[in-house]
């Protein structure tokens, strides 16, 4: 079949007793399905099974993703009322990125595989990305390097690497964080400068508000200015 310009090939079987499905044996193969749910809109490629008794499903297989724009989800959304069995391979191939509206726009790499299940997934992998751009406090950074390692203990936030320059009158200020992107309380932002300053002179150079001057630079006060200052635009 056809889906925009995309083609699929669904096969297989299901085993019933009745009207009442007993088990699964699909195959679904599909090139450039444009998929668009709230959070994501762009291009899949793979190949999906699913198969297993009806009381617990595996879906497997590989998925490609290209031209592809992800968002954070509205919400945790409704408690689904099945399950499945998770075994993916998903790789974020060419024209893959995050978007935040007026506060970041982040093209990435990687692959990640997904296990668990669909109610409570597991990730594994690793997504880089050397280009892009994310906003403190009205200014733009460029990213030089990101790196988000996902780990099943990590659950659904990876733990973070994030280097990210801008230049101030003459000076290049970079700045850096590292930890676990489930506590933003903790992931500290730390500003260095070419020519070097003093950190207290770089918030300066930047006119960081006080606020933020007298207390630690974490993505939890940065995030909420940032959404302060976007609300402050409609």
Not at 7 to 19: A, D, T
Not at 122 to 142: H, I, K, M, Q, Y
Request: proline share 6%; glycine share 10%; charged share 25%.
């Amino acid at each position: 079949g056809r889906l925009g310009n995309g083609r699929f090939r669904l096969g297989g079987r299901i085993i019933s007793n009745g009207l009442q499905p007993q088990t699964f044996a699909l195959r679904l193969r599909a090139d450039n399905l444009h998929l668009a749910p709230s959070f994501f809109d762009g291009l899949v490629s793979g190949e999906l099974a699913l198969t297993g008794p009806v009381t617990q499903p595996l879906l497997r297989g590989k998925a490609t993703l290209r031209k592809a724009r992800i968002e954070l989800p509205e919400g945790t959304g409704p408690t689904l009322p099945f399950d499945l069995n998770l075994d993916l391979e998903c790789e974020a191939a060419n024209d893959v990125y995050f978007r935040m509206y007026g506060m970041a726009y982040i093209p990435f790499n990687g692959r990640l595989q997904v296990g668990g299940s669909l109610q409570k997934p597991e990730l594994n992998g690793e997504l880089t990305s050397t280009r892009g751009w994310v906003n403190f406090l009205g200014d733009t950074f460029r990213i030089k390097t990101l790196r988000a390692e996902f780990r099943p203990d990590y659950k659904l936030y990876p733990y973070l690497e994030l280097e990210a320059t801008r230049y101030f009158t003459g000076t290049e200020v970079t700045v850096s964080t590292e930890g676990w992107l489930g506590d933003l309380e903790s992931l500290v932002l730390n500003p260095t400068s070419n020519p070097p300053k003093s950190r207290e002179e770089i918030i300066k150079l930047m006119n960081w508000p006080e606020k933020i001057e007298d207390g630690s630079l974490t993505f939890a006060n940065m995030f909420q200015e940032n959404i302060n200052m976007v609300g402050d635009l409609f």
